[in-house]
């Protein structure tokens, strides 16, 4: 028996939110039993405790939330059969990667190659993600950042970032 | 009411008193405050004016620099930047068709035709006077009515909070547009995550999987930038559209008479709808300003111009959302409760500074409190001197390209968020945030209830826990006779739903919000 799926992004959107409401109940109260036979009885998950009404446990919130989302992930499937809805858009992979590329690149690199050479990384990755990219003008565009980062961050605002990389031992700049 | 005008002027006071400060190792005399809200304003324009960015994720990007400033300080200027976007938004909407901000986007309707018809100044002028007005008025609503709302907040218990808590949520989740179940949905996932780190009571390790950087729980900032910041700039970057920017030539400012006698009463009319609905949970300038237009296009005798040019058009949802963004600073600042994305940022500020947000704020810091209201005040005066004169340069702004503003962006969210704990797996969690705010805008899921819940998901625990305690497990507690503060609160929220889920009521909220789309 197939089922229509009427709305697609609401189809998706439910099974989003079963999981995450099921993934905090288990984390919250533990594996169960028979999943822990299966993997040789030690514990998969340890959970938290429950507790009671009186005293709330840590496991006792997220538990109740973790229901809720759950079913009303439910209701949202079966909203998904009953009702028409949007299809979900494309997605378009290239600009999410880049622009999560270059700000992973940025954290990474900054402590050993300093802030100076971790934004230049930053903008050309992040430029590259974009539509139209033409070396000169990011290249002067990066200059232009990286001054205005280290007046208005590192001097202005006295934040802790090194700005020359950590193999240079004394730097002009500090 | 000389209660009022004497905490007004120890507002003022706090605003413009001098200060020894030591910028850049240079230690000299300022009135900081007011410099503070000058830089507010003129970045909340420029955020305003600039589509692509919002205050929601200006302020997710200013917050840790908050963190060397003084309390009022930093809640002057983020403040500045959440109504001063409202001022920017008005002015590209009227010249460019391009609203900078969403609560603008009604001003597009009116105000382009209005400057397509060579009319921009007079446009331009009425916004700037509408929303001057509404500022004004909206200052001495929040003077007059946080006190005794914050004295009814101070007898408050925990079951009260708590029931408030639902009940703002909710609110917060029912005049948004969308479906509502998934919004629902959205908050209970901010409420878990919100959960996630050391849990205090029991000093329990939560969802954290061993990771010790997210023993404090995950930063509400990195979530901000990721959901809002990140998620945006990907979104901008779909789309390859060339906008072809035309602006309308600007002309003489000053409006004619006849139009100054057709502004006053939509500017009116403005004002009150809008403060009634900044307060409400859920309310703010975008609220503020879809309902003003709608009221007066159904109440004005010049209806039939809507859509043309006419001027009440401008001058109504410009005043509204000057004082739907003034108002919405209410629940925060008496119950502590926020109404709204920017609100929930507010508190985040606050949290930085280490003020707990309630109704003891105003008794224990007085000066922060009239302080941050008569701010207000004297941000909307900077603002309308000052925009008139520098629309030129905003509309210069908008000429750049897209290209140059968003690695600019990205590069400053970068910098703050790794400045928070100085390590780089706070970027590494907003990268994940702003996938998941992705993913949620394909799956027509909308991010801001998340991060309502994520703000008020260990307070809500918090409360629960003490309400059960108290009451020794009695989960009817919360509405039982002997709390009926906690019990109409819990009426109220299951009263909207209803209302809403009703399905003549349901196409009612479809099509306000297809109207304008």
């Known amino acids: 028996?197939?089922?229509?799926?009427?709305?697609?992004?609401?189809?998706?959107?439910?099974?989003?939110?079963?999981?995450?409401?099921?993934?905090?109940?288990?984390?919250?109260?533990?594996?169960?039993?028979?999943?822990?036979?299966?993997?040789?009885?030690?514990?998969?998950i340890p959970g938290y405790q429950l507790g009671s009404s009186v005293r709330m446990g840590p496991a006792y919130f997220p538990v109740v939330l973790g229901g809720m989302l759950a079913v009303l992930g439910l209701l949202v499937l079966f909203d998904s059969i009953v009702e028409e809805g949007p299809k979900v858009a494309k997605f378009?992979?290239?600009?999410?990667?880049?622009?999560?590329?270059?700000?992973?690149?940025?954290?990474?690199?900054?402590?050993?190659?300093?802030?100076?050479?971790?934004?230049?990384?930053?903008?050309?990755?992040?430029?590259?993600?974009?539509?139209?990219?033409?070396?000169?003008?990011?290249?002067?565009?990066?200059?232009?950042?990286?001054?205005?980062?280290?007046?208005?961050f590192v001097k202005g605002l006295s934040l802790p970032f090194p700005v020359c990389p950590s193999f240079i031992e004394i730097c002009p700049i500090r | 009411m000389e209660g009022m005008f004497g905490n007004l002027a120890i507002g003022f006071a706090e605003v413009f008193k001098l200060q020894a400060v030591t910028v850049a190792g240079i230690a000299m005399t300022l009135p900081f405050n007011i410099l503070m809200c000058l830089i507010g304003c003129l970045l909340g324009t420029l955020i305003g004016v600039l589509p692509g960015i919002g205050p929601v994720a200006t302020i997710a990007m200013l917050l840790p620099v908050t963190f060397n400033l003084s309390p009022i300080a930093a809640l002057i200027m983020l403040a500045?930047?959440?109504?001063?976007?409202?001022?920017?938004?008005?002015?590209?909407?009227?010249?460019?068709?391009?609203?900078?901000?969403?609560?603008?986007?009604?001003?597009?309707?009116?105000?382009?035709?209005?400057?397509?018809?060579?009319?921009?100044?007079?446009?331009?002028?009425?916004?700037?006077?509408?929303?001057?007005?509404?500022?004004?008025?909206?200052?001495?609503?929040?003077?007059?009515?946080?006190?005794?709302?914050?004295?009814?907040?101070?007898k408050f218990g925990p079951a009260e909070y708590f029931s408030l808590m639902v009940l703002g949520l909710v609110a917060a989740v029912v005049l948004a547009h969308g479906s509502l179940i998934k919004a629902i949905a959205m908050v209970i996932l901010g409420l878990l995550l919100g959960l996630v780190g050391t849990d205090v009571n029991s000093g329990v390790l939560r969802f954290a999987f061993g990771l010790s950087e997210l023993a404090d729980g995950i930063g509400f900032v990195t979530v901000a930038m990721g959901m809002f910041g990140i998620c945006e700039i990907i979104a901008n970057l779909e789309q390859k559209e060339k906008r072809e920017v035309f602006t309308s030539k600007v002309g003489k400012l000053m409006p004619g008479k006849e139009d100054?006698?057709?502004?006053?009463?939509?500017?009116?009319?403005?004002?009150?709808?809008?403060s009634c609905l900044g307060i409400l949970p859920g309310g703010g300038a975008l609220l503020a300003s879809f309902g003003a237009y709608t009221l007066e296009k159904k109440v004005s005798k010049y209806s039939h111009e809507f859509g043309k040019g006419a001027i009440e058009g401008v001058a109504a949802p410009e005043s509204a959302n000057n004082a739907g963004a003034q108002t919405s600073f209410i629940p925060l600042l008496t119950l502590g409760i926020p109404s709204n994305a920017v609100m929930a940022l507010m508190i985040g500020a606050m949290m930085i500074q280490g003020i707990a947000p309630g109704p003891q704020v105003m008794t224990e810091r007085p000066?922060?409190?009239?302080?941050?209201?008569?701010?207000?005040?004297?941000?909307?005066?900077?603002?309308?001197?000052?925009?008139?004169?520098?629309?030129?340069?905003?509309?210069?702004?908008?000429?750049?390209?897209?290209r140059y503003l968003y690695p600019s962006i990205l590069l400053f969210m970068a910098i703050g968020v790794f400045s928070i704990s100085n390590q780089p797996f706070d970027c590494f969690l907003m990268a994940c945030f702003g996938?998941?705010?992705?993913?949620?805008?394909?799956?027509?899921?909308?991010?801001?209830?998340?991060?309502?819940?994520?703000?008020?998901?260990?307070?809500?625990e918090e409360n629960l826990r003490r309400a059960m305690l108290l009451s020794r497990g009695d989960p009817w507690v919360f509405v039982s006779p002997s709390k009926p503060i906690s019990m109409g609160f819990l009426i109220a929220a299951v009263a909207l739903l209803v209302i809403i889920a009703l399905p003549a009521l349901r196409k009612k909220r479809q099509e306000v919000f297809v109207e304008e789309t």
């Open chain 2, 367 to 402: 000066q922060l409190f009239w302080g941050m209201i008569a701010s207000m005040w004297v941000g909307n005066l900077m603002l309308v001197i000052l925009n008139l004169p520098l629309i030129g340069m905003w509309i210069k702004l908008l000429t750049v390209p897209y």
């Open chain 2, 435 to 460: 996938l998941l705010g992705y993913v949620c805008v394909k799956l027509g899921c909308e991010p801001a209830p998340m991060i309502l819940g994520f703000i008020l998901g260990p307070l809500m």
């Open chain 1, 1 to 44: 028996m197939a089922i229509k799926i009427k709305s697609q992004q609401d189809w998706w959107a439910g099974w989003m939110f079963i999981a995450f409401g099921v993934f905090f109940i288990v984390v919250a109260m533990g594996t169960p039993e028979f999943i822990n036979k299966i993997f040789g009885g030690a514990k998969l």
């Open chain 2, 260 to 274: 100054f006698k057709r502004m006053v009463a939509p500017i009116l009319r403005g004002t009150v709808l809008g």
């Open chain 1, 92 to 152: 378009h992979f290239r600009p999410l990667l880049f622009i999560a590329v270059s700000s992973l690149a940025f954290a990474y690199l900054l402590k050993p190659l300093g802030l100076a050479l971790a934004s230049v990384i930053l903008v050309f990755i992040s430029a590259y993600g974009g539509h139209e990219f033409k070396i000169k003008e990011v290249a002067i565009m990066s200059v232009v950042l990286v001054i205005f980062s280290v007046l208005v």
């Open chain 2, 80 to 154: 500045g930047i959440y109504y001063g976007a409202q001022y920017g938004g008005s002015t590209t909407a009227i010249l460019v068709n391009l609203p900078g901000e969403s609560s603008s986007v009604v001003t597009c309707l009116d105000g382009y035709q209005m400057a397509r018809r060579g009319r921009a100044g007079p446009a331009l002028a009425t916004a700037a006077i509408g929303s001057f007005f509404a500022g004004t008025v909206a200052t001495l609503v929040v003077a007059m009515f946080a006190p005794p709302l914050a004295e009814v907040a101070l």
